[in-house]
């Protein structure tokens, strides 16, 4: 309803400019070209229409068009659509054990990271993976750190992580791109609130077996643009970390998709409305 509106609006004063004669006392009336005018016309129906593709960001953003729910807070859609990752350090037994808890803010249902088994810091023991994988794609999660110093992370198909880590704003810390880039500013709502990563990625691309770009990402932190089509040069962590963080020390990046992982390291990080919609970016930049 609102892009109808501006549609009309914008092709209604199209419509008064088109014939318009700018009369200067001392030089010939001048006529706007049509073409001019529909290519404006055009472009203020692009500026408009562009933001809703990408551009929904902060917490409690609905799935855009075309995106699957992948977490809702509730124990049944968590078994539906996520699995153990089994890497070398996997300790935990099926089913998951992340239970449903109430959410602290609104009363409603979110899951918890705290997996007994990833009790003492054990990244890799415990952590959940999407049973779908994916390249490209334009992701939004929402996350609430209940206690001080709490600590999970979100990895990009399950190899590059982006850090949750309450009270750490370090290449280590909270919104960084692990090890590689610290956010433009500090954006955390603090513990016991609710906040959201908007993400659009890019995996890595590959000619004749061979890489040819590395993955690049923008992510947006509670609705302001923290990283801005930024490249990832590698998985950090070693091989509990995530796929082919055991190739060439993280360095030795493979053409395979992967799914968006959520970390468990015995502290309670809750989890909910998240969801993820497959791009195509071959081209493109990740900037939105």
């Not at 933001?51 to 929904?56: I, K």
Request: no cysteine; proline share 5%; net charge neutral.
């Amino acid at each position: 309803m609102f892009l109808d509106k501006i549609y009309f609006l914008s092709t209604l004063k199209i419509a008064k400019l088109e014939g318009l004669i700018i009369q200067n006392p001392k030089t010939k009336p001048m006529k706007f070209p049509k073409n001019l005018l529909h290519y404006l016309a055009a472009s203020v129906l692009f500026t408009f229409t562009i933001a809703p593709l990408f551009g929904q960001v902060g917490v409690g953003v609905k799935p855009i068009k075309g995106a699957e729910l992948l977490l809702d807070g509730s124990k049944e859609m968590l078994l539906k659509n996520w699995q153990y990752w089994e890497g070398p350090r996997f300790s935990a037994q099926a089913p998951i054990k992340w239970m449903e808890v109430t959410d602290p803010v609104d009363g409603g249902k979110a899951i918890s990271s705290n997996d007994p088994a990833a009790a003492g810091g054990k990244y890799g023991a415990a952590d959940i993976v999407t049973k779908n994988e994916y390249r490209d794609f334009r992701a939004h999660v929402e996350f609430l750190v209940n206690n001080e110093g709490g600590n999970s992370g979100v990895y990009l198909q399950n190899r590059y992580e982006i850090q949750i880590l309450d009270g750490d704003y370090g290449l280590h810390g909270m919104a960084a791109v692990i090890n590689e880039h610290l956010p433009k500013e500090q954006a955390y709502n603090g513990v016991g609130k609710w906040n959201a990563y908007d993400i659009l990625f890019k995996a890595a691309r590959f000619e004749n077996g061979k890489l040819t770009e590395k993955a690049r990402v923008t992510i947006y932190f509670n609705g302001k643009k923290i990283h801005e089509d930024v490249e990832i040069q590698q998985v950090w962590g070693g091989p509990n970390s995530g796929i082919d963080g055991g190739n060439d020390g993280g360095k030795g990046i493979t053409d395979r998709p992967g799914g968006l992982k959520l970390q468990a390291e015995g502290h309670e990080v809750f989890y909910r409305n998240i969801w993820i919609k497959p791009e195509n970016l071959d081209g493109k930049s990740t900037d939105f």
